[in-house]
């Protein structure tokens, strides 16, 4: 059994917190550049191109990508030959997210549903836990900005109406969000388990790096039918109209009951932010 | 891509008659931030018949709830905010002198009318490009709303912050007429 201090964990996720909000990922600066070549529209460019300034100032500057420094969502994947010693874990998490964002000049954006008062501290993230075998902890934060989280849905679709049921619903949605996302998006798509693992497996989805295609050469081509369809909807940079809608469409899939066809759509920005430690 | 249009604030009925959607504008000057709980604060004070914190005369209000500034910092990441939520106030403010407005993503029809009606012009900048934004802010001061943290009222002082004419008073809507244009 390896100990691991849950103190270890608080400040590596303290870390990143920060390093997410200030540092785009190469997956992201890749897809920006191809689509600088593949937009045909002026204003479109010129937007891709701001893009890949504004990653460039933040991280120099340490200023955050987005000014939506977004709720902190945590994946703990804790390994089963873990003892995990030095209090609560969660606790240790919570308190890795308040003092990145304090220390991170990062917004809290955290509040009561009813009365809209901020928490004053990005508190509580949202952490999702899962056991695996070993003896390590693997912690990953994705801040997840409003804007786009907005413009996500969970959907029972009938059996009757599958694959292309699916593909015109996610495609019908991306229609409808159209500027409020910031595109140019990537597209999570959760299919399959039930109605809380559908978005479950669509937000999972937004964690590969950005582009790579699924590893199931189903999905993989599903993937690439539901971009080219997204992509000629014309929506284009910020909505404002060209080739690039979306940079990338990523598919996770999970059997489910002989009843239901659950399906997510949860839609990511530009600062499309998760980095990740194994302790 | 065609020239950039200049202006500062407060505009006049004549800088918004010149204005096409499509135009790409550099704002240089002061300009107002607020969002949602701001919107809703402003409007309640209009229908009381109280003073509003910040004249609307000409201005411009830009949606946006900026990151704690670093130290030798005027702001922190400051990329705009999505205008729907504040399409209940915005026609009310337009009433009362409101000129200009800055945000991202589509506007109501109401909206779209009271623009027309009062000469209004609604902007857009980059949405999630905060730290390029924040770069041609060179003066923030809360001026009211404190309690409200990223969402309270502040004074900005802007050189060549660029933005785009998304509405203007002509009935013209980047979003559908950019998108029709590139739709397969």
């Given at each position: 059994?390896?100990?691991?201090?849950?103190?270890?964990?608080?400040?590596?996720?303290?870390?990143?917190c920060?390093?997410?909000?200030?540092?785009?990922?190469?997956?992201?600066?890749?897809?920006?550049?191809?689509?600088?070549?593949?937009?045909?529209?002026?204003?479109?460019?010129?937007?891709?191109?701001?893009?890949q300034?504004n990653?460039?100032?933040?991280?120099?500057?340490?200023?955050?990508?987005?000014?939506?420094?977004?709720?902190?969502?945590?994946?703990?994947?804790v390994?089963?030959?873990?003892?995990?010693?030095?209090?609560?874990l969660?606790?240790?998490?919570?308190?890795?997210?308040?003092?990145g964002?304090q220390?991170?000049?990062?917004r809290?954006?955290?509040?009561?549903?009813?009365?809209?008062?901020?928490?004053?501290?990005n508190?509580?993230?949202?952490?999702?836990?899962?056991?695996?075998?070993?003896?390590?902890?693997?912690?990953?934060?994705a801040?997840?900005?409003?804007?786009?989280?907005?413009?996500?849905?969970?959907v029972?679709l009938?059996?009757?109406?599958?694959?292309?049921?699916?593909?015109?619903?996610?495609?019908?949605?991306?229609?409808?969000?159209?500027?409020?996302?910031?595109?140019?998006?990537?597209?999570?798509?959760?299919?399959?388990?039930?109605?809380?693992?559908?978005?479950?497996?669509?937000?999972?989805?937004?964690?590969?790096?950005a582009?790579?295609?699924?590893?199931?050469p189903?999905?993989?081509?599903?993937?690439?039918?539901?971009?080219?369809?997204?992509?000629?909807l014309?929506?284009?940079?910020?909505?404002?109209?060209?080739?690039?809608?979306?940079?990338?469409?990523?598919?996770?899939?999970?059997?489910?009951?002989?009843?239901?066809?659950?399906?997510?759509?949860?839609?990511?920005?530009?600062?499309?932010?998760?980095?990740?430690?194994?302790? | 891509?065609?020239?950039?249009?200049?202006?500062?604030?407060?505009?006049?009925?004549?800088?918004?008659?010149?204005?096409?959607?499509?135009?790409?504008?550099?704002?240089?000057?002061?300009?107002?931030?607020?969002?949602?709980?701001?919107?809703?604060?402003?409007?309640?004070?209009l229908?009381?018949?109280?003073?509003?914190?910040?004249?609307?005369?000409?201005?411009?209000?830009?949606?946006?709830?900026?990151?704690?500034?670093?130290p030798?910092?005027a702001?922190?990441?400051?990329?705009?905010?999505?205008?729907?939520?504040?399409?209940?106030?915005?026609?009310?403010?337009?009433a009362?002198?409101?000129k200009?407005?800055?945000?991202?993503?589509?506007?109501?029809?109401?909206?779209?009318?009271?623009?027309?009606?009062?000469?209004?012009?609604?902007f857009?900048?980059?949405?999630?490009?905060?730290?390029?934004?924040?770069?041609?802010?060179?003066?923030?001061?809360?001026?009211?709303?404190?309690?409200?943290?990223?969402?309270?009222?502040?004074?900005?002082?802007?050189?060549?912050?660029?933005?785009?004419?998304?509405?203007?008073?002509?009935?013209?809507?980047?979003?559908?007429?950019?998108?029709?244009?590139?739709?397969?």
């Amino acid at each position: 059994m390896r100990e691991i201090a849950v103190g270890s964990i608080s400040d590596a996720v303290a870390s990143l917190c920060m390093a997410a909000n200030y540092e785009l990922g190469d997956d992201m600066q890749a897809v920006i550049a191809t689509a600088i070549d593949r937009e045909e529209s002026p204003t479109g460019i010129d937007i891709l191109k701001q893009l890949q300034e504004n990653a460039a100032i933040a991280a120099h500057d340490r200023v955050a990508i987005c000014q939506d420094t977004g709720l902190a969502v945590v994946f703990v994947e804790v390994g089963q030959e873990v003892h995990l010693v030095g209090g609560d874990l969660s606790a240790a998490i919570n308190d890795g997210v308040r003092r990145g964002y304090q220390e991170g000049f990062l917004r809290k954006s955290s509040c009561h549903p009813f009365t809209r008062k901020n928490t004053g501290d990005n508190t509580p993230a949202i952490i999702h836990y899962s056991l695996v075998p070993g003896d390590k902890v693997k912690i990953i934060v994705a801040p997840k900005g409003g804007g786009s989280e907005n413009m996500s849905k969970v959907v029972m679709l009938k059996p009757a109406d599958g694959i292309e049921g699916i593909k015109r619903e996610v495609v019908a949605w991306v229609q409808q969000a159209g500027a409020n996302p910031c595109p140019p998006t990537i597209v999570g798509v959760g299919i399959g388990g039930t109605f809380e693992r559908a978005a479950l497996l669509a937000k999972e989805a937004l964690l590969r790096p950005a582009g790579d295609p699924s590893a199931d050469p189903e999905l993989a081509l599903l993937e690439k039918d539901l971009l080219a369809a997204i992509n000629e909807l014309g929506i284009g940079p910020q909505g404002l109209g060209g080739r690039v809608t979306s940079f990338a469409v990523h598919v996770k899939m999970l059997p489910c009951h002989i009843a239901s066809l659950p399906l997510a759509i949860n839609i990511q920005c530009h600062a499309a932010r998760h980095k990740e430690v194994v302790i | 891509m065609s020239e950039a249009i200049r202006l500062t604030p407060p505009l006049t009925d004549a800088d918004v008659e010149r204005l096409r959607s499509g135009d790409r504008v550099l704002i240089s000057g002061t300009i107002y931030t607020g969002r949602d709980a701001a919107h809703k604060r402003l409007v309640d004070l209009l229908e009381q018949g109280k003073e509003l914190p910040l004249p609307l005369q000409g201005e411009i209000i830009y949606f946006v709830g900026p990151t704690p500034a670093r130290p030798g910092h005027a702001i922190g990441a400051a990329g705009p905010t999505t205008s729907y939520r504040m399409d209940s106030y915005s026609p009310t403010l337009l009433a009362h002198g409101l000129k200009g407005m800055i945000g991202k993503g589509g506007r109501s029809q109401a909206v779209k009318d009271a623009m027309k009606t009062y000469k209004g012009i609604y902007f857009t900048a980059v949405g999630g490009a905060g730290a390029l934004l924040a770069q041609r802010i060179k003066k923030a001061e809360v001026i009211a709303y404190e309690d409200l943290g990223p969402e309270a009222i502040r004074r900005l002082e802007v050189e060549d912050f660029p933005v785009v004419v998304v509405n203007d008073i002509y009935g013209n809507d980047l979003y559908e007429q950019g998108v029709s244009q590139y739709q397969k």
